[in-house]
C-alpha cells in the first residue's frame, strides 16, 4: 500500500473525519478493528443514543452529510421531569425553536461508514491496530499486516491503543479517573406502535445521588439508563435479586417501571458499565495525532462526548487547511490550542452530574433558573446561560466554562435580594467580573 492519511477507529469520530479528509482530496484509510457493524447485530443492552447539538451538527454538514442524518434524529425541547409520585415537570433547554436531538449512536456510526465508502475512503474492519512506530510513521495490525503512512489519526474511542502506545514516549501526560458511578441500560417497548412516553424530551428521573434518564429512538422505544454507584447504599451492589430490583424500581421510579414490564430481566440481562474520564497530553508525536475520545474521554452527562469529538475534527481540518495541510506545524498546534476546551469540557460534564441527579429539582436551582431566565429575556445579547453556551453556540468550551463561573458569581450576589431586582446592575456587575476574572 502506498503512502496515506490512515485513521485508526471507525466510530464516530474517524469516520466523519474520513469523509472530510478523503472530500479534500487525500487519499483516506480506515482501519477499524471491529468487523463491519453494518453486517453484524448490535450487542444486547447496548443500544445508546446520544444527545447530538450544534458543535456536533456545524461537521456533519462540513462533510456534506448532514441531509443523510437528519431524517434519523428526533428532536428534544427540554428535561421532562419525573418525581417520585410520577408527576412531571418541564424544563426548556433553550430559547422557543431550541432543541437537542436524540441518535443512536449505532445507526449514526453506520450512516458514517456509508458515507465514507461512498466519498471513496477505504475502510479495512477486522484491522485491530497494535503497535505504531512513531518514527518510521508505521502501524502495526493484529493480522501481521504493517503499513506506512503519511498521517496517523488515531480515533480508536477512550482506551485507545495509539494512546497506549504514547503513554510509553518521554514527557507524555496522562490521567484517568473512574466515577463511583457506573450505568445499565433498560428499553421501554412501544405499545400498539406508540411511544409510551412524550417522545420530544429527555426525561429524567433525579433522586439525589442517582438518576435515570430516557431518550427516545426511532422505532418508538425509549432508551433508559441508570446512573447509579456501584457500591454503598442504595447500589448495584444491593440489588442482587428480582424482588430487589423490583422494590428499588417501586420506591424510586414507579412510573417508569409501570412501562418496563420485564425489567427484572433486562437489569440482570444487560451490563452494567463504568464510566470514565481521561486527560493526556500532547496529543500528537512526530506524524500521529489523537481526536475524539482517544485524546479526551469525559463523562456523559452534559451530551458532549461526541459533540466535541466532531467538533475536534472540524477545528482540526480548518487549522491544517489554514496552514496549507504542513503536518508538522499543525499536529502541535491543534494539539496545544485545543486542549483547554477538551479540559473545560470534562469539567462541566462531571459537574453537570451533580445538576441532573441533585439540583434539577430543587427549590434553589429552580429560583436560579427563574431569575436566569428573566435576564435572559431583557438582556438576550450579553446573558447566554451556561447550557446554551455549552449546547447551541461554538463558543469555545473553555470560554463557556470562565463565563459560566462568573455568571454563578454574579447570581449568587443578586439571589437573596429582597428589594426589586435591578437587571441592568446585574449585567453591569457581569460585564465588569468579564473583564477582570
Ligand atoms: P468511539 O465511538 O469509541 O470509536 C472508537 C472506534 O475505534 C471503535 O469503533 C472501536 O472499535 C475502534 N477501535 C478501538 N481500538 C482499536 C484498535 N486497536 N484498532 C482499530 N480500531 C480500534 N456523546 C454526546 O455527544 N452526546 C451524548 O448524549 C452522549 N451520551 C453518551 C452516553 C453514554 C452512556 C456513553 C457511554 C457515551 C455517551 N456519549 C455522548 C459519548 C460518545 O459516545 C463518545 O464521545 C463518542 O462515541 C466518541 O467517539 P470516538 O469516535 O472518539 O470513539
Redesign the pocket.
Known amino acids: 500500500m502506498k503512502d496515506k492519511i490512515s485513521i485508526?477507529?471507525?466510530?464516530?469520530?474517524?469516520s466523519l473525519l474520513a469523509v472530510i479528509l478523503k472530500k479534500k482530496g487525500f487519499e483516506v484509510q480506515v482501519?477499524?478493528?471491529?468487523k463491519d457493524p453494518r453486517k453484524s447485530e448490535v450487542a444486547e443492552g447496548r443500544s445508546?443514543n446520544?444527545?447530538?447539538s450544534r458543535r456536533?451538527i456545524l461537521p456533519l454538514k462540513m462533510a456534506g452529510v448532514f441531509e443523510t442524518i437528519e431524517p434519523y434524529l428526533i428532536p428534544m425541547k427540554g428535561r421532562m421531569m419525573h418525581n417520585e409520585v410520577g408527576e412531571l415537570t418541564f424544563q426548556p433547554y433553550g430559547k422557543e425553536g431550541q432543541f437537542i436531538n436524540s441518535v443512536s449512536?449505532a445507526q449514526l456510526?453506520e450512516l458514517l461508514i456509508e458515507n465514507a465508502e461512498k466519498a471513496g475512503v477505504e475502510v479495512h474492519f477486522d484491522?485491530?491496530?497494535?503497535d505504531v512506530d512513531f518514527e518510521d510513521n508505521r502501524l502495526q495490525f493484529e493480522n501481521g499486516e504493517s503499513i506506512k503512512c503519511e498521517l496517523i489519526v488515531g480515533?480508536?474511542?477512550?482506551?485507545?491503543?495509539i494512546r497506549k502506545k504514547l503513554e510509553l514516549t518521554d514527557r507524555f501526560n496522562f490521567s484517568q479517573h473512574y466515577i463511583e458511578h457506573g450505568?445499565k441500560e433498560l428499553c421501554i417497548e412501544p405499545t400498539d406502535g406508540e411511544f409510551l412516553m412524550e417522545p420530544n424530551y429527555l426525561h429524567i428521573w433525579p433522586r439525589g445521588n442517582f438518576m435515570l434518564i430516557a431518550l427516545p429512538n426511532n422505532d418508538k422505544t425509549f432508551t433508559c439508563?441508570l446512573f447509579f454507584p456501584f457500591e454503598g447504599s442504595p447500589s448495584f451492589q444491593e440489588l442482587n435479586s428480582k424482588e430487589e430490583v423490583n422494590a428499588f424500581f417501586d420506591q424510586y421510579f414507579s412510573d417508569a417501571k409501570a412501562l418496563i414490564p420485564d425489567l427484572a430481566e433486562q437489569f440482570f440481562n444487560n451490563p452494567t458499565?463504568s464510566?470514565v474520564t481521561t486527560k493526556c497530553e500532547p496529543w500528537h508525536k512526530s506524524r500521529t495525532i489523537l481526536?475524539?475520545?482517544?485524546a479526551h474521554?469525559?463523562v456523559?452527562f452534559y451530551?458532549?462526548?461526541?459533540?466535541?469529538?466532531f467538533e475536534d475534527v472540524r477545528l482540526f481540518v480548518e487549522m491544517a487547511e489554514e496552514m496549507n495541510w504542513e503536518w508538522e506545524k499543525v499536529l502541535p498546534k491543534y494539539s496545544s490550542f485545543r486542549k483547554k476546551d477538551a479540559d473545560a469540557i470534562s469539567e462541566l460534564a462531571l459537574h453537570n452530574f451533580i445538576e441532573m441527579r441533585d439540583h434539577v429539582g430543587d427549590p434553589d436551582f429552580l429560583k436560579r433558573k427563574k431569575l436566569e431566565a428573566q435576564i435572559q429575556e431583557q438582556y438576550p445579547s450579553e446573558w447566554v446561560p451556561l447550557y446554551s453556551m455549552v449546547t447551541f453556540s461554538d463558543l469555545p468550551y473553555s470560554e463557556a466554562l470562565r463565563l459560566g463561573k462568573i455568571q454563578k458569581k454574579v447570581m449568587d450576589e443578586f439571589l437573596d435580594q429582597t428589594a426589586e431586582i435591578d437587571f441592568s446592575a446585574i449585567i453591569d456587575r457581569f460585564n465588569t467580573l468579564k473583564q477582570v476574572d
Open positions: 485508526v477507529g471507525a466510530g464516530l469520530v474517524g482501519f477499524e478493528k471491529r445508546i446520544l444527545a447530538l456536533g449512536r456510526n484491522h485491530k491496530c497494535t480515533t480508536d474511542g477512550a482506551f485507545s491503543a450505568y439508563t458499565s464510566l481526536l475524539g475520545d482517544a474521554a469525559i456523559p451530551g458532549q462526548g461526541m459533540n466535541s469529538g
